[in-house]
């Protein structure tokens, strides 16, 4: 009879406040692990060293998503998952496991998971589990299954849900054990939203701008009929079409400028949990007690090679995402200027107007569109303006934790 993950017996060795780590080879074999792996496993070490890592693989774990890892692992790039491994006791335990590629094989650290999040995906893996042994489910269509599950609705890939659920549990982590907020994780969530949120915005603009293109030309036509080519509202109207058509290159610049991307900051901040998490294991490295000090300075190597490199990629996206974002500033500014004469050029129609005598129900019509677009367009770039000053503050804290700690 199928175990249910859900209401499997969970061991109550592995403490909040304890990280794994464990280093293997090519094929997964072990080299390295710390102390609370051999005892929240309830092995010894001669039972763990020199073996494959699934000596702890729980039976009940979906088969995808080993193949999701192994496949993202291959590529060479890091992966975050939940996974539940089974001690020696026949009692499970839950881990949030980061793995990443080393040189010489992998290297993983693990925390305890209690966010929210964690009894939907003991669900999710009992009902995948379930669908591979009944044969309902290839180990592929259970795979993408699990994409799509993971992914939802609120993560544009496997990685967006990985980067959210590390910084989640690491969070929920850091209240259980009482330490605050993570502000690094806060910051950089910060700017991946505003970056998102720039670049939603930055659409709107143009669609906006669409909507008015044909707008100051009808305003002339009917100007035209009322009082001629050459009357004064002719004259503004023209003048108003032509200064529509040269704030399509502002457009297209704010467009292109607002498409940062929020790739490199959802890498950072997977980056970023992960080097904080470097840091912790080395010092409960210097807590334990080992007579190997040969590998026990292969592990600090390990760690040290993959922060330097993580720490390098996280500062050069906070960079490079912050100067973008004073550029996209510029243009908020320059697409303001436009946007005003544009609005002076409508206002002294309304004046000629309220001059001319007959029907001018049509002018009239044409000014509210006017005005309301550019009422909308202003809104639009508030909220950008307001999404890049959060992007430069948040990305100033991190610069200067950055500086501090240098």
Known sequence: MQQNLTNAVE??????EELFFSRTDTRGVIRSANEVFRHVSFMEWDELLGAPHKVVRHPQMPRAVFRLMWSTLQSGKPIGAYIVNKAKDDTCYWVFAVVMPIDDGYLSLRLKPVSTRLEQIKALYTDLRAAEDSGD?????????????????????????MTDALSG????????????RVTSLDAL???????????????????LFERSRQIPFNMRLQAVKIEGREGPISVISGNHQTMTQNLDEQVRKLRTAAELGAGPIQETRFY??????????????????????ERRAADQDALA?????????????????????????????TFRRALSALEMTRIMCNI???????DTAGLNDIASQLLSIEKDLSKVLARIEASVSEILAAAELLQGGSRKAA
């Open 189 to 207: 969530k910060k700017i991946q939203t505003a970056v998102q949120s720039v670049g939603q915005d930055a659409q709107t603009v143009g669609a």
């Open 272 to 293: 970023t949990g992960t080097m904080l998490l470097m840091e912790e294991v080395r010092q409960q490295f210097d807590q334990e007690t080992t007579t190997d000090k």
């Open 352 to 358: 000629e107007q309220s001059k001319l005598s007959g």
């Open 305 to 333: 090679v993959l922060y330097t490199q993580y720490s390098e990629q996280a500062k050069a996206a906070v960079f490079r995402t912050a100067e973008r974002a004073s550029d996209l500033a510029n243009l908020c500014k």
């Open 169 to 180: 549990e690491m969070m929920a982590r850091a209240e259980g054990l009482e330490r605050g």
């Open 137 to 161: 489910m290839s180990v592929e269509e259970s795979e993408a299954r699990l994409l799509d599950a993971t992914i939802g609705s609120d993560y544009t890939d496997y990685d967006d849900f």
């Open 11 to 16: 061991t109550n060795r592995f403490k909040l």
